[in-house]
């Protein structure tokens, strides 16, 4: 019995691929869960293929107008579990509880099936798509902005250690967007909630990110032919044609900087691009670009500024998305953005950063805070990963973050605790006509947070890319072709600034 109680704390320290069963309790026994300090209702409490899946609300209310509020929550508890807790982040507005399965960044298998406890909430509200009228009520504006996922955090953990008569041994959050968000407010806020966080295009900023659509817009719309009602049509202002010289060029110009011609930009920050190079000179009209477009080109890409010439928010790396059906940033506004305002062909950037400097924009913002000390010192590992082609939120913005994390943390080297991967091609979390966007993100902060073996280089393929293989590596690295080996192969590339 001893023997058989060190192997399975040496399967849980050192993070060992095999999972262990455990007997707490019944899963018909957690429908009467409770917890003195927090007013949780369960609502069912079922097993499945050997899943316990519990499901419950905390905090029941009536909110503002009369309308109903609690932080929905699901819990899933496999009968093979390997010790450990992942907390699934949302997406969008949130509304609803997703299926708690811990699948993205997961590799090929989601995390519950390799053994994790996971779960999940709807933050507070329920509502579909962008309804965010939810922001009326103030603690429903509080528990999606930050203290919902803290609120289930405590619940599913007490869950956890009554299912199995034991505490998880480390816990995990993934996300991305507004789960990205949702995971740097919990280093941020929570520092000893979590022991590796993985935060990948983080919706940060979101008031000063729909600032740079609205500006990206405008740009466009300011060139865009116009329909029959005279409304421009934005993603007709770059032609079909218009972009695929545009990409060209751009791969013309940078594909090569990281020693291999393949059609993947893995040095985006080296790319000197000038939209200038493309423009129509004298008599030539054919492959070029007007002087308009030239210019509305450069104005999206270099985000917007003040009158002052002061960067209100990042711009974009010219990568291979702008390529895309989409377009360029703010071609997927079109006409008008998730919150509801038209775009017209000009944009005051002053105006419109003074209205973004809300209060909810403020008591939500995850860029701002970086000292991350207590997260740090208790060992917490923090990985970040951003497509380059994300046209919503700049891959700039989580760049910049970064470098602030290393700039306001200078006890310790920001590698020895913090990495960020950028993913060429990949657009919002995932996605792109070329692109190495699939990657095990949770393996990587599992194995440094409980063997201290950082994620030098995260080996990454893509439906797009068939046979195909990458190495992402950490920021300000990237992947550069050995120049031998072939060169569809990760191990033919290593990590160099």
């Keep these: 019995m001893q023997k058989t109680q060190s192997l399975v704390?040496?399967?849980?320290?050192?993070?060992?691929?095999?999972?262990?069963?455990?007997?707490?309790?019944?899963?018909?026994?957690?429908?009467?869960?409770?917890?003195?300090?927090?007013?949780?209702?369960?609502?069912?409490?079922?097993?499945?293929?050997?899943?316990?899946?519990?499901?419950?609300?905390?905090?029941?209310?009536?909110?503002?107008?009369?309308?109903?509020?609690?932080?929905?929550?699901?819990?899933?508890?496999?009968?093979?579990?390997?010790?450990?807790?992942?907390?699934?982040?949302?997406?969008?507005l949130n509304g609803s509880v997703q299926p708690p399965l811990g699948g993205a960044y997961a590799g090929e298998r989601s995390a519950l099936t390799r053994g994790f406890a996971v779960a999940s909430t709807d933050s507070g509200h329920q509502s579909t798509g962008f309804d965010g009228t939810f922001f009326r009520d103030q603690q429903a504006s509080l528990n999606f902005l930050y203290q919902a996922v803290a609120e289930v955090t405590v619940v599913a953990?007490?869950?956890?250690?009554?299912?199995?008569?034991?505490?998880?041994?480390?816990?995990?959050?993934?996300?991305?967007?507004?789960?990205?968000?949702?995971?740097?407010?919990?280093?941020?806020r929570f520092p000893n909630y979590f022991d590796g966080i993985v935060a990948v295009a983080p919706a940060a900023r979101t008031s000063f990110s729909n600032l740079g659509l609205?500006?990206?817009?405008?740009?466009?719309?300011?060139?865009a032919p116009r329909d029959a009602e005279g409304k421009p049509q934005t993603r007709a202002a770059l032609g079909d044609a218009d972009r695929k010289l545009l990409v060209d060029r751009v791969l013309e110009a940078c594909d090569s900087l990281d020693g291999n011609k393949d059609g993947l930009i893995f040095a985006p920050q080296n790319?000197?691009?000038?939209?200038?190079?493309?423009?129509?000179?004298?008599?030539?009209?054919?492959?070029?670009?007007?002087?308009?477009?030239?210019?509305?080109?450069?104005?999206?890409?270099?985000?917007?500024?003040?009158?002052?010439?002061?960067?209100?928010?990042p711009g974009y790396f010219y990568d291979t998305?702008?390529?895309?059906?989409?377009?360029?940033?703010?071609v997927l506004a079109g006409p008008v953005i998730p919150e509801g305002r038209p775009v017209g062909t000009t944009f005051d950037v002053d105006a419109?950063?003074?209205?973004?400097?809300?209060?909810?924009?403020?008591?939500?913002d995850s860029s701002s805070w970086t000292n991350?000390?207590?997260?740090?010192?208790?060992?917490?590992?923090?990985?970040?990963?951003?497509?380059?082609?994300?046209?919503?939120?700049s891959a700039q913005e989580t760049v910049r973050y970064y470098e602030l994390l290393g700039r306001d943390n200078p006890e310790s080297p920001l590698a020895e605790w913090s990495r960020l991967f950028l993913v060429p091609g990949m657009g919002h979390c995932g996605g792109g006509a070329r692109t190495p966007d699939q990657f095990d993100l949770l393996s990587a902060v599992v194995d440094w947070v409980e063997t201290g073996r950082a994620p030098d280089r995260v080996i990454a393929t893509g439906k797009s890319i068939p046979g195909e293989s990458r190495p992402l590596c950490p920021y300000p690295q990237h992947a550069h072709y050995a120049g031998s080996g072939d060169p569809r192969e990760a191990a033919s590339y290593h990590c160099r600034e």
């Design 214 to 223: 609205r500006h990206a817009t405008a740009a466009l719309n300011a060139i």
């Design 352 to 364: 419109a950063a003074a209205d973004a400097m809300d209060a909810r924009a403020m008591v939500g």
């Design 157 to 188: 953990k007490a869950i956890i250690a009554r299912h199995y008569g034991k505490p998880q041994q480390h816990a995990y959050f993934v996300g991305c967007s507004t789960g990205g968000r949702e995971a740097m407010m919990m280093s941020q």
């Design 9 to 92: 704390l040496a399967l849980l320290l050192y993070g060992a691929p095999a999972v262990v069963a455990f007997a707490g309790q019944p899963c018909a026994a957690l429908a009467k869960f409770t917890l003195p300090e927090h007013r949780v209702v369960v609502s069912q409490a079922q097993e499945k293929d050997g899943t316990c899946r519990v499901d419950g609300v905390i905090d029941e209310r009536t909110g503002r107008d009369g309308k109903p509020y609690g932080i929905g929550f699901a819990v899933a508890l496999p009968a093979h579990w390997n010790g450990r807790f992942l907390f699934q982040g949302g997406g969008g």
């Design 271 to 313: 790319c000197q691009f000038d939209p200038g190079t493309l423009a129509c000179r004298g008599d030539n009209k054919e492959e070029c670009l007007s002087t308009a477009q030239v210019s509305a080109i450069r104005t999206v890409m270099q985000g917007p500024r003040t009158n002052a010439g002061r960067q209100v928010y």
């Design 321 to 330: 998305g702008i390529a895309n059906t989409q377009g360029l940033p703010g």
């Design 372 to 393: 991350l000390s207590t997260f740090r010192g208790h060992g917490g590992k923090l990985i970040f990963a951003h497509g380059v082609s994300d046209p919503w939120f």
